[in-house]
């Protein structure tokens, strides 16, 4: 039987993030003896707010230097858990911050670590982790016989853990080593208004390059069309993608939505979200977008064009209409 580690940093709240009890109910999954390690400036929240989950043992490294993403405290807060919990597994959302700072902690282990894990699970006794490769085009399940093994597991893959709030729970507090030549001096970030990229978003929204084409007047509309898309993720959260093809144009001296970078990218050579719904206005739904879109559960699009590839079996419902039109529309409705 596994001895399973799950790992979680806190966010600025001291809470959990959905990513963390995602990894939290994978480890649950597994079986065998479970300990909890939070990392954070205090994790008291956090772990009343898993209590419930039965773990058999509470690791912490608590204090102000571990609640800023830095590599050297957090792997120093890693390495201190991972070798008081004395763990064959070591599971782990795959945050920004845990993907820059577990390999290398696997390495002062010379255990093995795999990132971008899609799931895990006991397969004849052993655990195997499911993996995409190849822009998501190809399946792996792998085993590993090497221990300790750090798994970075991808948000939006498993179920997050849902169970009740538990009481106080008994934490050991480890000391380690804070000392860093890095000095955290304050966080720069976009107004709440204008942040674009929501990867908790229950909607993915996505543009095409037709919102900076010439309109039905024989001109292009791009403040309009930003206008439009901003308005509707303010009002909706959701989260906003892009075509290869429309965040290429600033190099191209074209008209441009200045609120799309080429973070906003889905597709081949994108990223590859998991949003529960998805809209795609102004694209055509070819391979690089499908590649992009695989894991969205439920897909819609706005084309005026009625043969566009997502009309070809790509999308579960296809409207054919003007995109204008239709978002400036919602976004009425969603004002009202």
């Known amino acids: 039987m596994e001895k399973i580690l799950f790992l979680a940093h806190t966010q600025a709240d001291g809470t959990l993030a959905n990513s963390a009890l995602e990894a939290l109910g994978a480890a649950l999954a597994l079986g065998g003896e479970l300990t909890v390690g939070l990392v954070g400036a205090a994790v008291q929240a956090a ?22 993403p830095r590599y050297a405290t957090d792997a120093s807060a890693a390495e201190a858990i991972a070798r008081a919990a004395g763990a064959d597994l070591v599971l782990a959302a795959h945050t920004s911050r845990w993907a820059r700072a577990l390999p290398g902690v696997a390495v002062r282990f010379e255990g093995r670590v795999d990132t971008h894990a899609a799931s895990i699970a006991m397969v004849n006794q ?48 480890i000391a380690t080593d804070a000392a860093t030549r890095t000095t955290v001096t304050g966080l720069r970030a976009p107004q709440a208004g204008e942040q674009t990229i929501r990867p ?50 600033g190099g191209e001296g074209q008209a441009v939505l200045t609120c799309m970078t080429h973070l906003n990218q889905i597709g081949q050579t994108g990223s590859t979200p998991r949003h529960p719904k998805g809209l795609s206005t102004c694209c055509h739904g070819e391979e690089p977008h499908v590649v992009g879109w695989r894991f969205i559960t439920e897909r819609r699009a706005i084309n005026l064009d009625a043969n566009c590839g997502w009309a070809r079996g790509k999308a579960d419902v296809l409207y054919v209409a003007d995109a204008f039109a239709v978002m400036e529309r919602l976004n009425r409705l969603l004002d009202a």
């Open 47 to 68: 772990a009343g707010q898993i209590g419930g989950c039965g773990a058999a043992r509470w690791l912490a490294v608590e204090g102000e230097p571990f609640g800023h």
């Open 126 to 173: 052993v655990p195997a982790v499911t993996r995409w490769f190849y822009r998501q085009r190809m399946q792996a399940v792998l085993t590993r016989s090497a221990r300790p093994w750090f798994v970075l597991l991808d948000s939006g893959c498993c179920p997050a853990w849902s169970g009740q709030p538990g009481a106080a729970v008994n934490i050991e507090r």
């Open 200 to 249: 908790d978003a229950r909607l993915l929204f996505v543009a095409g390059a037709g919102w900076t084409k010439k309109q039905s007047d024989g001109a292009v509309h791009a403040d309009k069309a930003e206008e439009l898309i901003l308005g509707f993720l303010r009002a909706s959260r959701a989260s906003l993608g892009g075509s290869k093809s429309l965040v290429d144009q």
